[in-house]
């Protein structure tokens, strides 16, 4: 059950973008588990990707196709095609090929993404067969069914609109992910596609996205563990009437601050969903001498087993916290000047337990269902805020019984 009571928005439709699902029955056949997205001939696209070495083959591929102008997105669920050698890359890229022989478009135009079970051989027989009914299904308002087609583990479809004013022009951006567990990005997110109308070039889009990025999907983490597979992609078909978006302008501004409140949306909706997840936890890190300690803190206090379950717990125990600050690699902490809340209880001052702090007022807030740690190190004027979530038993549970 997820933290909240997310629910899936209206998501218009975006003119020059259509998508398609079906059910390819590539793990189940319960519900649609293959998606297409096709852009008009002429629209940008922007991708960021996993860090991990071990990356899917579906990931490389899509790393050599992106300069070649993409028009098509292939996303299949159910499996990861990830450690599966020089067969896995053959199959990505053959599903690629059988995509450009459907549309009459170039495979190096086909952006292909997997997730799911890692280490089994992608059934190339079954997503080939499914591509025709995809590409009848293609529209314009498929968007609820595209989160839907994209779910793992996932307990609910994730989606975010927005809408902008350039000039007295109305840019649409829409964004969909997947992601519920072995989240900590490092680049993107398990997931992540976005469309919007908007005119602008591939290199402004590519920048523009990872700088989203950094400050979105690479501020959580539900586990500390980077999938093989991640990925957040732009697709841009520059359909609008509105003139193009330039660099260092004020329509980039406004438009770069409504892809970044996406990216952070959705962003957030992963941690609400988060495998087993019964808790939002938002730690802020303030008073830092620059971003990389703040975001260290941060996730040291996220990653932390013995926080995250004392979270679980509702178990005011302050010093997991405490000592996970103090382990986090800072040189030259100042152990007087830290101080640690809870929500707005202070915890920690001056080097111990606030002497004004209560385990009345400590209970009191972690008996909530979403809460903030601030962490105020004394070294600077950096903020940094990274989102995480509780461990329950059922991540454990969902995590054993993965592939059963």
């Not at 102008?69 to 020089?86: K, Y």
């Not at 053959?90 to 135009?109: H, I, P, S, V, Y």
């Not at 997997?114 to 293609?138: E, H, R, W, Y």
């Not at 972690?366 to 940094?384: F, P």
Request: charged share 20%.
């Amino acid at each position: 059950m997820a933290v909240g009571q997310p629910h899936f928005p209206l998501m218009p439709p975006i003119s020059g973008v259509q998508l398609g699902t079906s059910c390819a029955g590539i793990k189940q056949t319960l519900r649609d588990d293959l998606l297409i997205f096709e852009a008009n001939e002429g629209a940008t696209c922007a991708a960021v990707f996993t860090q991990n070495a071990f990356c899917a083959a579906p990931v490389i591929v899509a790393k050599n196709h992106l300069p070649q102008s993409p028009r098509w997105l292939l996303i299949n669920s159910g499996n990861a095609n990830a450690g599966t050698g020089e067969q896995g890359m053959r199959d990505a890229m053959q599903t690629c090929q059988d995509l450009a022989n459907m549309t009459g478009g170039n495979m190096a135009q086909v952006l292909p993404f997997s997730t799911g079970v890692i280490g089994q051989a992608l059934p190339i027989d079954k997503i080939t067969s499914a591509l025709p009914s995809t590409l009848m299904n293609l529209t314009e308002d498929n968007w609820q069914k595209a989160a839907l087609a994209i779910m793992t583990t996932d307990t609910f479809p994730k989606g975010i609109s927005k809408t902008i004013d350039l000039n007295g022009h109305k840019i649409t951006i829409n964004g969909i992910s997947k992601g519920a567990g072995m989240i900590q990005p490092n680049m993107a997110t398990m997931l992540g596609f976005i469309a919007t109308d908007a005119k602008i070039s591939h290199d402004l889009l590519q920048n523009c996205l990872m700088d989203a990025t950094e400050l979105s999907f690479n501020r959580i983490t539900v586990d500390g563990d980077t999938s093989t597979n991640d990925a957040c992609v732009i697709l841009a078909s520059g359909a609008t009437h509105a003139p193009e978006i330039l660099e260092d302008t004020y329509d980039y501004d406004i438009f770069y601050e409504a892809i970044l409140e996406v990216c952070q949306e959705l962003a957030e909706l992963i941690i609400r969903d988060g495998e087993g997840a019964t808790k939002l936890i938002r730690i802020e890190v303030s008073e830092a001498a620059n971003i990389q300690e703040a975001v260290q803190v941060a996730k040291t206090i996220a990653h932390s087993p013995l926080v995250k379950t004392a979270f679980f717990a509702s178990d005011p125990n302050w010093g997991r916290i405490l000592a996970a600050v103090g382990r986090a690699g800072v040189v030259n902490m100042n152990l007087e000047a830290i101080r640690i809340y809870l929500d707005d209880v202070c915890i920690v001052r001056e080097g111990g337990r606030a002497n004004d702090y209560t385990e009345e007022a400590g209970q009191a807030v972690m008996d909530q269902t979403e809460i903030k740690i601030s962490v105020k190190l004394g070294r600077g004027s950096i903020t940094q805020t990274v989102l995480t979530c509780d461990f329950s038993y059922d991540y454990v549970k969902i995590n054993a019984e993965y592939r059963t």
